[in-house]
Nanobody, 115 residues
Framework: QVQLVESGGDSVQPGGSLRLSCATSSTISVISIMRWYRQAPGKERELVAFISRGGSTNYPGSVRGRFTITRDNAKNTLYLQMNSLKPEDTALYLC?????????WGQGTQVTVSS
């Protein structure tokens, strides 16, 4: 089983930046896919960033150019750098991983963007 623990969520003003972390219990280099999702009240869970084991990344238009997903294999940690934050980015951010044909989720970290 792969355990995922998110951290770094906070309350920030519009235009601010934040870096989220997802610490894993597994060697991150053997995880096939890692993703960040977000869940806001009244909205469906939304994919916001993707990275493959080979390093390929993808983002939806709502965050492209503002968010960057990276990983540190030595620390077995996934990151989400968020810049130019907007109130609509307010959500619970969740780390997701696919390994050995199984899917794993963290509990999430809250990001709130308000004046």
């Amino acid at each position: 089983q792969v355990q995922l623990v998110e951290s770094g969520g906070d309350s920030v003003q519009p235009g601010g930046s934040l870096r989220l972390s997802c610490a894993t219990s597994s060697t991150i280099s053997v995880i096939s896919i890692m993703r960040w999702y977000r869940q806001a009240p009244g909205k469906e869970r939304e994919l916001v960033a993707f990275i493959s084991r080979g390093g390929s990344t993808n983002y939806p238009g709502s965050v492209r150019g503002r968010f960057t997903i990276t990983r540190d294999n030595a620390k077995n940690t996934l990151y989400l750098q968020m810049n130019s934050l907007k109130p609509e980015d307010t959500a619970l951010y969740l780390c997701n991983a696919v390994a050995s044909s199984s899917e794993y989720w963290g509990q999430g970290t809250q990001v709130t963007v308000s004046s």
